[in-house]
């Protein structure tokens, strides 16, 4: 049973910094890509980044591009999300996700296959 959990949100004021993490487990392999989506209330869930591990490519939402860094560990499992220089738009639910295929997007919540419960982030 694939499983992924996030951790590391909390409030903090603008301007400052905070660092997500994602563990999964159960899985037989590295996922192909890993990816953090948000949600802000009333709004639609968006993809804000993206590790592709099996080819070195990572994604960035424009929103976030310059200020979020996206990283795993050395065993591809455990997926971070740096956040620095909060804004209070930044502030929503925070979805770590994994894909064991290419056939993924950011765009598409749903083309990730696991998906983990969401940790809140609050920017005042």
């Known amino acids: 049973h694939v499983q992924l959990v996030e951790s590391g949100g909390g409030s903090v004021q603008s301007g400052g910094p905070l660092r997500l993490s994602c563990a999964a487990s159960?899985?037989?392999?590295?996922?192909?890509?890993m990816a953090w989506f948000r949600q802000a209330p009333g709004k639609a869930r968006e993809g804000i980044a993206v590790?592709?591990?099996?080819?070195?490519?990572?994604f960035y939402a424009d929103s976030v591009e310059g200020r979020f860094t996206i990283s795993r560990d050395n065993a591809k499992t455990t997926l971070y999300l740096q956040m620095n220089s909060l804004i209070p738009e930044d502030t929503g639910t925070y979805y770590c996700?994994?894909?064991?295929?290419?056939?993924?997007?950011?765009?598409?919540?749903?083309?990730?296959?696991?998906r983990g419960q969401g940790t809140q982030v609050t920017v005042s």
């Open positions: 590790d592709t591990a099996g080819i070195g490519f990572t």
């Open positions: 996700a994994a894909s064991n295929t290419a056939l993924c997007a950011p765009s598409t919540p749903t083309s990730f296959r696991y």
């Open positions: 159960g899985l037989t392999s590295a996922p192909y890509a």
